[in-house]
Each structure stands twice: as structure tokens, then as C-alpha cells.
């Protein structure tokens, strides 16, 4: 059975550049999240959905991130424009709507010069 | 979100058993206990979980205090491929389907060869 993919593994942009990560999760799992994590320290949720409906993104600073889950399958995650403090590890999860244990993705380690 | 406390590191030898704790004074009634491991350069992994019972699975085993305040991730025989960063996460039973996983900083174990 495929994991939850993400691409790019990494990517290098300068700040205020936009920049897009891709998540496609395990089959079948209709709840998805977008983590954040910062060097020495554990992940953050930013967003989560169940299905297409984001249900949780309390934590998404909306003012530059945009995320979508379209057709309920795979989501992106935007950053726009990217600051240097958006330099981090982006971690995408999949789970059953019903279940305890999460899936992760491998990431994207981000870095804004 | 009910709080957990782990030791920053914990080092131990190749083939030997690691105890690693964690603390959790105001864990409720309706807290299960998750164990996530993240090894290097990858997203987190489930590794087990339990209520108020010990439990013991391929991976590992955890111990319960008897009054919950506490517990323990026992790994009977750890091999070099266990050094990772282990997190110690409480989640309500009661609240509807999936839900964010709150991460604190973990436990960095390193293994000796």
C-alpha cells in the first residue's frame, strides 16, 4: 500500500517568492492535515479536512496561506509571499475519518533565503 | 489540550531495553496515551497507544501508571534503527472522529552501536 506522497521533497526560494506544496494521501483516507515543523521542535497543525471542508484551520495564518483539498483526494498548500520565518519542514497526514492513527508524509523542507 | 512532559534525550546501547518516560499530572478521564515515533528525516509514525491497561504490540510496549499521571514506551530490544525523536501525546476519546495530534518536543534517543 502507497504512504501519503508529498512533493517537492525540498525547495529553496527567495522571500517574498510564492510557493506551492502537493500532498496526495492513502487511498480511502478522507481526513487530510497540512503540519508545521520547525527545527528541534515537534509539529503544529495548520489545517485540517474532512473531505473538501477544512473543519480546522484556527492555526493557518490566512493573511499568506491558502490551502484546497479539491475533490476531497489530494490538497496543496500555498505560501504567498514566503518570509524567511516560513523556512520549515511542511508535513502532510492522512487519516480515516473514524480512526486514531495518523499517516505521515515524508514533508517538504522549505527554505527562504 | 492536556499537557505531557518528556526528558529533552536519552542515550542507551544497541540490544539493550530503553524505558522512555513521560509525565501527564492533569490527563483526564477520557486522555488515551499515543506514542508517535519520528526517525530522521521522515514525518512521525504510530507507534502505540493505550487507555489504562499496559499494552504490548511488535513494535513496543507501554506501561500505565495506575493512577494515569504517567507512562512509560519500552523498547525491549533496541536496535539502531530506533533512534528517533519520540513523542508522548494524550487525545480525548470523546471528541468526534479524527482530531489534530498536539506534539510537545519528545524525546531525542540516541542508540549506541
Known amino acids: 500500500e502507497a504512504g501519503v506522497v508529498q512533493s517537492p521533497r525540498y525547495k529553496i526560494i527567495e522571500k517574498k517568492q510564492p510557493v506551492a506544496f502537493w500532498c496526495n494521501p492513502i487511498?480511502?483516507?478522507?481526513?487530510l492535515y497540512w503540519y508545521l515543523q520547525n527545527l528541534g521542535q515537534g509539529p503544529e497543525l495548520l489545517i485540517r479536512?474532512?473531505?473538501?471542508?477544512?473543519?480546522?484551520d484556527s492555526q493557518l495564518p490566512k493573511d499568506r496561506f491558502s490551502a484546497e483539498r479539491l475533490k476531497g483526494v489530494d490538497s496543496t498548500l500555498k505560501i504567498q509571499p514566503a518570509e524567511l520565518g516560513d523556512s520549515a519542514v511542511y508535513l502532510c497526514?492522512?487519516?480515516?475519518?473514524?480512526?486514531?492513527?495518523?499517516?505521515f508524509g515524508p514533508g517538504t523542507r522549505l527554505t527562504v533565503t | 489540550d492536556a499537557k505531557t512532559t518528556q526528558p529533552n534525550s536519552m542515550e542507551s546501547n544497541e540490544e539493550e531495553p530503553v524505558h522512555l518516560p513521560c509525565n501527564h499530572s492533569?490527563?483526564?478521564?477520557?486522555?488515551?496515551i499515543h506514542w508517535y515515533r519520528q526517525l530522521p528525516s521522515q514525518g512521525p509514525e504510530y507507534v502505540i497507544h493505550?487507555?489504562?491497561s499496559n499494552v504490548n504490540n511488535r513494535m513496543a510496549s507501554l506501561a500505565i501508571a495506575e493512577d494515569r499521571k504517567s507512562s512509560t514506551l519500552i523498547l525491549h530490544r533496541a536496535t539502531l534503527r530506533d533512534a528517533a525523536v519520540y513523542y508522548c501525546?494524550?487525545?480525548?476519546?470523546?471528541?468526534?472522529?479524527?482530531?489534530?495530534?498536539?506534539f510537545g518536543q519528545g524525546t531525542r534517543l540516541t542508540i549506541n552501536p
Open positions: 487511498s480511502g483516507h478522507n481526513t
Open positions: 497526514a492522512s487519516s480515516l475519518e473514524t480512526s486514531y492513527e495518523q499517516y
Open positions: 501525546i494524550l487525545r480525548d476519546v470523546f471528541l468526534r472522529g479524527a482530531q489534530k495530534l498536539v
Open positions: 493505550g487507555l489504562t
Open positions: 492533569t490527563i483526564s478521564g477520557t486522555d488515551y
Open positions: 479536512y474532512e473531505n473538501e471542508e477544512a473543519v480546522d
